[in-house]
């Protein structure tokens, strides 16, 4: 419900005001002022709507705000690895206009506020990117948590990619595997989150973005990891999306990488895991110990056959999880009731014995997660 003016007031047949925690009520009127709403009381009945319903609006915990979804732009879905080699064929558009699609497609949906992890389209132009993003987000009114983006590892392949040159007959014609790739340093990208944080408004807040451990180095990880512990900021990455994720992290953090986490300080109720498709129970107690949250992204994950999230096991273990669109919905329209449904669906065909705990009411109460 989008309050424009500086009071308004509702009379509804059904109010939602804790969707999962509380029963519904029926006939109520709402004030607001200046969009803050600072009254619900009971009403007659007489004067409302009939068929309305109000209900706090939903939080997509994951999204890139694509306004071109990928396959309008002839990128077909998944395997996730294949599937980001092809998003360089994305056309180039303002980032105001991009941003402000996608914003309004979600706002359409019902959707409130919304976690934004920045693709950049031009590595040298964050900082104007960025400032597109939040006039979007101040035109369509919609709350955007912007996850400046930190990244550079393992552009092609997770290790080393001269085995991936050699694959090809005649490495020379595909130049961009070896040219060296413009990447901002650790500390430009530092500077540039300090320099978004005096954008910040009613509709834009900052994070930290490391992209994904396997194309973050750990000297980023752990400076972000201290920059969050001082400042406050939150923290939003990619986490085990896929199985070769995984892969690569069992291989290169013995330790584990979630105890390496947790070992530079980044486990905290601050951290946000986008997927945790391919999480062992053991790591997600921890990071259930640690208040960590996830998003899960259903249909992402389909579309880019990356496997589906343990979600019996987060639900046993209590983990907190939201619902994120990650830009990529079944139908490309953003509709997070939809995406809620499609959870529930899939919990009940394939996780019977779970479904008595996770209810449609609880299906709701992490899509509207804040
Ligand atoms: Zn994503």
Known sequence: MHMSSPRASWAVERLLPLPGHGPVLRNHTLSARDGVIEGIVPTTGENVQAGSLAMPAFANAHDHGRGLPTLS?????????????????????????????????????????????????????????????????????????????????????????????????????????????YRRSLQEGLDITDALAELESETFHVQYGPVGPQWTDRATLEAISARSASTGRRVHMHFFETRLQQEWADATFPEGIVNYFDRIGLLSPRLT??????????????????????????????????????????????????????????????????????????????????????????????????
């Open 273 to 370: 895991l986008a997927h945790g498709v391919w999480l062992r129970p053991d790591e997600i107690e921890l990071l259930t110990a640690r208040g960590v949250l996830l998003s899960c992204n259903i249909s992402s994950n389909m579309r880019l056959a990356s496997g589906l999230p343990p979600i019996s096991t987060i639900i046993d273990k209590n983990m907190k999880f939201g619902i994120g669109l990650d830009g990529m919905s079944l139908e490309d329209d953003d509709d997070i009731l939809r995406e809620a449904r499609l959870l529930r669906g899939l919990m009940q065909t394939t996780q019977p014995a779970s479904l008595a705990r996770v209810t449609a009411a609880s299906a709701r109460r992490s899509a509207s997660m804040p």
């Open 73 to 181: 732009c002839g990128i077909p879905d998944g395997p996730l690895e294949l599937w980001v080699s092809r998003l360089g064929v994305e056309p180039h558009t303002l980032s105001f206009l991009n941003a402000a699609c996608a914003f309004a497609r979600m706002a359409q949906s019902g959707i409130g506020a919304a976690v934004h992890c920045h693709n950049t389209q031009n590595g040298r132009t964050l900082l104007q990117e960025a400032q597109g993003v939040a006039k979007a987000a101040k035109a369509v009114g919609i709350r955007i948590a912007f996850a400046v983006p930190f990244a550079g590892e393992n552009p092609f392949v997770y290790e080393s990619s001269a085995p991936f040159r050699d694959i090809f007959d005649y490495p020379d014609q595909f130049p961009a595997l070896s040219a060296s790739r």
